[in-house]
Every structure is written in structure tokens, then in C-alpha cells.
């Protein structure tokens, strides 16, 4: 919980501000390429290093004092060097970070800020709106007094031509050394949670396009269910294809989503404990959030629940459609049971025909059996052939239709 302390800063001072991240995955990246980094810009000056598996670093560098912070996506830097430039937001002081260290870095920067902090003095409203005046584009201009007069903070939020955002700290006088870095640091995070929110901004409207031809399809695919003439199959496959591919773009945009969520409600409360007062009429940085910053986050709100949305109704389609290719089965699978019944009924017929044909066939070789065997008997009483056979021939009848009854009832 103390891991990270505030700076405590002198005014006047100047604080450079660069935010790293890399652009993808940049949550599971190797953080020891970070820590790798890091070093390299401290060995430049024979600075110290710190430990391994530490997430939070704070020294000297040369003329500079270094702050470094591992954050979940990003990695900052603030260099604060004591004193300002004659040149207000000089590029020359962002020179702290050589160019080819930063060609070197394990990620993007995402963004980087000059921060100028001036003690007030004599100056009074009109002075500092002289400078605001000189230094900001006027109609993106935010002021306001902060901390119970503490300060007075500006910022424009536009990239000067060197490629950096400009913010002014004018301190007031009696204003502790601690409390000025924890202005300091506060808009170093308002900056880098503002940024880190947008990139879901521009997730979003990168979505859009592929969310509307999906949402197209998947209309045309849910009118179709109402026509029987295409096969609730061929449309089953599409739909659940469409549905694949909306869980797939669900999976890959969660992580940002919620992110985005998480930042914005950092930026939010960052500016909430600045606790602002309006300078000189100027709108404060939370009337800027409120028509610059929330409009892109209710865009970013809107894409996430078009996207659920789209996804329970393609599982909500797929499911119905399935139902229907379910019955229209079982009435294909009754027809066929039906269909089986009626062979099975044709075959018991043959087959008690056939049986009844066997009767008489068994019955046939048994009475010729039984007259070769009864032959001898018939010479000695003296009766003709013909009458031996007419006399076993219905007895042999009637026993083997009852061995074939017997046998019928013992298999059924």
C-alpha cells in the first residue's frame, strides 16, 4: 500500500512524463525486458539498480530524479529536474529519454507530457491567463483551481509540434513540497488513464463496421427462418457461424472493454480529488471529461452491450432454429417408424404364408417317410399302398402343425 509514494517536488521545477505500452497482449508481457529497460537508461549515468522483481523504482539520474512505475498494460517514466527552461515546454527538456533508448524500448509510447510548475507569487489571475493565453490553444483550454487553492493547474490536452501534452502547475505560496508532487502525479495519471481509456474508444469504432455487416447477415438469417422453402440446416449452419464468429469478437474485445471501464473510472476520480474550483471562468478538467472524454466512453459502453446483445440473439436464433430442425427429425423419424411397421406387418404375413406352406411341405416328406417305413407291414396285412398313405397322411399333418405351433409359442 506504501509501495509507491508521492514525489516531493520544489517549485519551480519542471517534470517530464512518458507512458510505454506494448500493442498486444500487453498485460501477459515479459516485465523483465521492462526492468531490462530501465537499467539501460541508468547505467547511461552509473545510477544504481533496483531489485528484480520490483515494480516501482525511484532515483537520481544525472541532473534528474527518475520515477518508474510497472502498471498492469503500461510502464511511466517521470524525470523532474529542479528549475524551468527559459523556453516554456522546451522539447530540449524531454532529451532526458535519448532517442535512441526510446527506439530501444520494449513498447509504443502511448503518450508523454511537459509539465511546468511556477510558484505564483505576486501574480495574480490576469497573469497566469497571460500565460495560459500563450502557452494553451484557448477553446480546448481547461483551468481550475485545485486542492483548496493549493494550485492552479491548465492543459489543453493537444499534442504540441514536438509531440507532447503541455500542463502548467502555478503553486501558491506556503503549498508543501509533498503536496505538490501529488498534483504532479495526479496528472500524470489523468493523462495515462485518459489514453489507456481510448484505446477502447478506438476498439470500438474499429468494430463498428464488422458489427453491422454481422448484424445485417444475422437479420437476413432470422427472416429466413420464417421461410420453409430453404432447409433449416443449411440456415442452422450459417447462424451458428455467424454466432461463432460473435463470441470470437466477444473473447478478443472483453479484456479491453472492461479495462476501459477500470480506466475510466480512474480518470473520474482522479479529477474528483483535485477537488476543482473554476479559475477565471475557464471550464475545469471535469466539465472537459464530461463533453470530451464521456461521450467516447457511452460509444465504448454502447459497441459492448450491441455486442451482447447481438450475441444472445444469435444464441436465442440458433436455439430456435435448432428446435425446429429437432421436430421436423422426429416427424421424419416417426414416418420412418411408421414405415418400418408397416414391412414388419408385410413380413408376418409372408411369414405366417410361408409357414403355412412349410406345414405342408414338412407334412409331405414326413407321410413319404412314414409310408416307406409302413410298407413292410402293408404287404404283410395285405392293404394297398394308397390306403397306407390315406390313413397316416392327416395324423402327420396335424402332428407336425403342432411342433410348429409349439416352436412359434417358445420363440415368442
Not at 529497460?37 to 549515468?45: G, K, Q, S, Y
Request: one cysteine or more; glycine letters at 6%.
Amino acid at each position: 500500500m506504501h509501495a509507491r509514494p508521492f514525489p516531493a517536488l520544489d517549485a519551480p521545477c519542471t517534470a517530464v512524463f512518458l507512458a510505454l505500452k506494448r500493442p498486444g497482449n500487453a498485460a501477459g508481457r515479459d516485465r523483465r525486458e521492462d526492468m531490462a529497460h530501465l537499467c539501460a537508461l541508468l547505467d547511461r549515468h552509473g545510477a544504481p539498480h533496483p531489485k528484480p522483481d520490483d515494480t516501482h523504482y525511484f532515483g537520481p539520474v544525472g541532473r534528474h530524479w527518475i520515477k518508474w512505475e510497472s502498471h498492469t498494460e503500461v510502464v511511466t517514466y517521470t524525470a523532474f529536474s529542479g528549475g524551468l527552461s527559459p523556453r516554456a515546454f522546451d522539447p530540449s527538456d524531454f532529451e532526458v529519454f535519448p532517442a535512441d533508448w526510446l527506439g530501444a524500448a520494449p513498447g509504443q509510447r502511448i503518450t508523454s507530457a511537459l509539465i511546468r510548475v511556477e510558484a505564483r507569487g505576486d501574480r495574480d489571475a490576469a497573469g497566469i491567463a497571460k500565460c495560459m493565453a500563450d502557452w494553451f490553444v484557448p477553446e480546448s483550454l481547461a483551468a481550475s483551481h485545485v486542492l483548496d487553492d493549493a494550485a492552479v493547474i491548465a492543459g489543453d490536452f493537444r499534442i504540441d509540434p514536438a509531440g507532447h501534452l503541455r500542463f502548467a502547475v502555478f503553486v501558491s505560496d506556503g503549498v508543501g513540497r509533498r503536496r505538490v508532487g501529488r498534483i504532479v502525479q495526479r496528472l500524470c495519471e489523468i493523462e495515462t488513464y485518459k489514453t489507456l481509456s481510448l484505446l477502447g474508444f478506438a476498439r470500438a469504432r474499429a468494430l463498428s463496421p464488422e458489427l453491422a455487416r454481422t448484424g445485417a447477415r444475422l437479420t437476413d438469417l432470422v427472416d429466413d427462418m420464417g421461410e420453409k422453402a430453404r432447409p433449416a440446416e443449411e440456415t442452422l449452419e450459417q447462424l451458428l457461424e455467424v454466432s461463432g464468429t460473435l463470441e470470437q469478437i466477444a473473447a478478443q474485445t472483453s479484456f479491453r472493454f472492461s479495462a476501459t471501464a477500470a480506466y475510466e473510472r480512474l480518470v473520474h476520480e482522479r479529477v474528483e480529488v483535485m477537488r476543482e474550483a473554476r479559475f477565471a471562468g475557464r471550464q475545469t478538467f471535469a466539465e472537459f471529461m464530461l463533453r470530451r472524454f464521456d461521450p467516447a466512453m457511452r460509444t465504448v459502453r454502447a459497441t459492448e452491450a450491441r455486442l451482447q446483445v447481438m450475441v444472445a440473439r444469435a444464441a436465442r436464433a440458433a436455439n430456435l432454429l435448432r428446435t425446429r430442425v429437432d421436430v421436423e427429425r422426429s416427424a421424419q423419424n416417426q414416418a420412418l417408424l411408421e414405415s418400418m411397421d408397416r414391412r414388419s406387418d408385410l413380413q408376418l404375413r409372408l411369414q405366417r404364408t410361408v409357414e403355412g406352406l412349410s406345414v405342408v411341405a414338412i407334412s409331405y416328406y414326413a407321410v413319404s417317410l412314414a409310408a416307406y417305413a409302413l410298407y413292410p407291414l402293408a404287404e404283410a396285412m395285405g392293404l394297398p399302398k394308397g390306403t397306407i398313405i390315406a390313413a397316416i397322411t392327416l395324423p402327420v399333418v396335424g402332428l407336425v402343425w403342432w411342433l410348429i405351433r409349439r416352436v412359434q409359442r417358445k420363440l415368442h
